[in-house]
């Protein structure tokens, strides 16, 4: 036996209303302990699109910090409770779950701010804090916005601890679906093909040599490749010029006032019209954008917005998510798709998601073609 | 955020005695997890050498099988169980932790072997047997033999269920240290090397456009990648010609009275003697073999090896493990080590292992060079 690659699958209970109880040391292991690496924390600290945008937020919007009271929800290494401090705040309680709060200390005091800034050790849900803020800052996004389900800690955090009037940042974000082509596509299916190739000498071979007939295995096997290859969504830098119709919104999300139930499942119907002629739609991007606009009542001096979108020069750590079609369909610019799609969290772990995506196409000859389902998986 | 990979950390809690109680749902999440797949499965079917010497084992002493009982711990696809069946024996406990132990049941119907192989899914600690038998057969060995810490349960299932002139197979098994060459030291110091010059550019670019300074942090991530490139033993695939010394033994194990406090802790003092003139050591290969022998009351008929040691023909999934010494050292025919070797199972995850490893050198001019400590982790 060996095994080569430590692969986390959680074990988490799903309860009847959709949501899941949660084993805390299984949590930790698949989840937790990937940011307890100054490597991981590295990729996240030069991910430009994303510091530029926390950064303008804080130091455009000086006026929501100065004097004020913070909450940072998985400080991490710091950086976002140190700019807080740096931006005027009074006090900053920073949280963090794993054994990166010493490193955030560390950096802290460095940067000369352990009068200001606080680091916790402890899950945003088990911790208590002596007084309520006025804002609550996090970086809580995972890939497709909703992977990693962190900002059920950031909601979590909003309830108990920020005040009436209190900013969220980021305050709004929202999720975007846009046909797409790729030659991934076809690499994905050369290399499940290839597999299934290898595979099939293997059986041969494993009856002549060894005795034992293994085909009645083909299909489980081909089964579980395809969820691999196929049904797994990608991650991707996409180009604009890759996006062939128009994008649509999947969900939009206003940070102070949405609940867990409210993210447990994305469920949309959306159009898409084809923009390109003669081109090959291979699948679906998904990406999303946040936005640091304050409160209505208080509203940010300087609007900031972090996107994720496909573009030349300005990738991010997210990248987005390819959900392929196999195999691409040839569309021509005017043709329609109508677009079911809806994404829960898995049974098995509650970080990762599944979805179900439906689609229909009008060609712009007036003729419809018959509705295909998709199962992806966001792992 | 995102979590780009899911590392593994298991939170076991180590106990005064050594050993650990081991949360099972953390260690599902972990370990057992990976066997759930036959992509997994697949790598180890196709091991040539695995498979020959399991099958040459069952087949060339039929006289064990014939009419008897068997016990397979942690089947896996079943290939074991069935061979024991096709060797005779009158009945066959097929015992699996993971899902696989549904397709083991597949393979035992599709192979006609349904009325002498039970598959029964559950861990060998908790499942109870109806009857003593006369063999337990497992493929228990992990990298360098004992990581993963699988042969606990085989020891737990022969204590069990095995009749006292019972038989184990495999009945024996060895670890192996030589000193080796390899350009992967030279490799792994150049990947390190990068990666502190792109931290190092990080921190200026972070101070100079996000005004945090972040050097307090450069000794840490300096440890962290250390151990990451340089401190973590090498899966490696080595040819006879680099190893530049004798081979020693660190451990040898009869499988049929070894304890789990026997293989709690490997600690060995052995010799080495250069046999290459003019070479570098860049490190010592570990790895094993283990043989099937019967017992001495009713030994096998034909004794059969399984040897992972460097090999031009006959690699093995398990390849060997590597230790690096940084930096590499010229060494010459007739010069001797004496190497203090001590392994013992991280505290975070019992299936990990922790290496101390010190060597003093004696150079065939006499001359002794003073004792190098260094430490080791086997991810």
């Excluded at 994720?308 to 569309?331: K, M, R, Y």
Aim: proline fraction near 3%; hydrophobic fraction near 40%.
């Amino acid at each position: 036996m060996e095994n080569t690659v430590n692969a986390a699958a959680a074990a988490a209970t799903a309860t009847s209303n959709g949501s899941a109880s949660v084993d805390k040391g299984v949590d930790f292991a698949n989840y937790f302990c990937t940011y307890a690496f100054l490597y991981h924390q590295k990729d996240m600290l030069t991910d430009r699109v994303r510091m530029d945008a926390y950064y303008s937020s804080v130091f455009n919007n000086k006026q929501h910090f100065l004097g004020k009271t913070v909450l940072d929800v998985g400080t991490g290494s710091g950086i976002l409770a140190i700019w807080s401090a740096q931006a005027g705040a009074k006090k900053v309680y920073a949280v963090e779950a794993t054994k990166m709060a010493e490193h955030a200390r560390e950096l802290v005091r460095a940067n000369n701010l352990q009068d200001v800034v606080e680091v916790i050790e402890g899950s945003i849900e088990d911790i208590t804090l002596p007084e309520k803020v006025d804002v609550i800052i996090s970086e809580w996004m995972g890939y497709f916005l909703l992977r990693e389900s962190m900002f059920d800690s950031v909601i979590c955090a909003r309830d108990r601890w920020l005040k009436p009037t209190g900013v969220m940042y980021p305050s709004h974000a929202r999720m975007w679906l846009a046909p797409i082509r790729s030659d991934i596509a076809d690499q994905k299916m050369n290399e499940y093909e290839g597999c299934m190739d290898e595979w099939n000498g293997f059986v041969r071979e494993t009856k002549s040599s060894y005795g034992v007939d293994m085909s009645v295995l083909t299909k489980p096997f081909s089964e579980e490749q395809k969820k691999y290859y196929l049904q797994t969504s990608l991650w991707n830098n996409l180009v604009p010029n890759q996006v062939v119709g128009t994008a649509a919104i999947l969900k939009e999300i206003d940070c102070l006032t949405v609940t867990v139930d409210d993210i447990l499942k994305v469920e949309a119907s959306i159009s898409s019209t084809i923009s390109k002629e003669d081109t090959w739609l291979c699948g679906f991007g998904g990406w999303f954008d946040v936005h640091f606009k304050g409160r209505m009542e208080n509203p940010a001096e300087c609007e900031v917005e972090l996107t994720t979108a496909p573009s030349i020069e300005d990738g991010t750590h997210w990248g987005q998510q390819v959900f392929l079609l196999n195999p691409p369909i040839c569309v021509n610019e005017g043709d329609e798709f109508r677009v079911n799609f809806s994404m829960s969290r898995s049974e098995a772990n509650h970080r990762l998601m599944n979805v179900d995506l439906g689609y229909e196409m009008k060609l712009r000859s007036g003729k419809t073609l018959p509705t295909v389902q998709n199962k992806f998986y966001i792992e």
